[in-house]
């Protein structure tokens, strides 16, 4: 007899570069009967249909979550509280929802806004792994394949949920972590967080300046290479950068001041000092496992 699979219909508000990436995945793995889409635009969501993301869609959320027994919830940051608000009502009584935000704090607010206390079938999840690119056109099933997915369950949360939802990030390849929230966001404001601040901020810098079409036609592959998160979806990363605002402040600051020492080194022809530092980071960075 054929297995059944892990969820019977999956609703993904969001089809895009993640929501889009993880339907794919658990498609690919029988993890799934039916996928059912939500979003704004027709057009992406067209796309999501032809492309075999989804089954179907409903531009309206609270339509497209009745009867689903996994609802993730793949907006940006911003619109993640308008989205359960709408849906909580609609839900089935077993749903499970998760959400992939990029910060977890804020995500957990908004959920203590709407229901006064955290649902036990609420499992906050967070995937680290993407790229530049947004909208399903850019999702494809490997996204997480070696990847970590970070899940920061509340005291609040149902055991069978947190598996659930721990299960269906382990059938995309991911290896799944549990993590507490205020941990994930200082750890995400440092590693990824920040240097997104500092590629936006560079490219701006440079683009501002009067011969930035002769510095920019001399841009090597260190460039481009510090830069292409700059490409990421502002929108997005403003959500970020305001859902995580007190971590990453913390982190701005200590750079800032980082920084600083290195331009007072040079000012003062520190030598020393200026080679003892890129010494140090070179082999933190050797050091690193970064694939
Ligand atoms: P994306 O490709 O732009 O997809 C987001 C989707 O959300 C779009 O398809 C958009 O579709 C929909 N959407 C936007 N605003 C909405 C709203 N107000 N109501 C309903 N749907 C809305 O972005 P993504 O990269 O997948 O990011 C989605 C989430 O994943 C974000 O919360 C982000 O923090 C998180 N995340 C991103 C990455 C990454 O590297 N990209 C990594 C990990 C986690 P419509 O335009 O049709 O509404």
Redesign the pocket.
Known sequence: MAKQPLIQRLCV???????GSLARALREQGAVAEVIG????ER??RAAVRLGVVDRYDTD?TRAVAGADVVVI????G??E??LRAIVPHLAPEAVVTD???AKGSVVADVERIYGRIPPYFVPG??????EQ???E?SFATLFQKRRVILTPLAETDAAAHRLIRKMWELTGAEVVDMGVRHHDAVLAATSHLPHMLAYTLVDTLAQMDDRAEIFRYAAGGFRDFTRIAS??PR?WH??CVANREQLLEMIALFAADLERLAAAIRHDERDAILTLFQRAKRARDNLYLD
């Open positions: 508000i969001g089809v895009g570069l993640i929501g939500s979003g704004r635009n992406n969501l959320p793949a907006v940006p940051l619109a993640i308008p989205v992939v935000g990029s967070h995937p680290i792994a993407g790229t947004s909208g399903v850019a990421s979806d997005m959500d970020i």
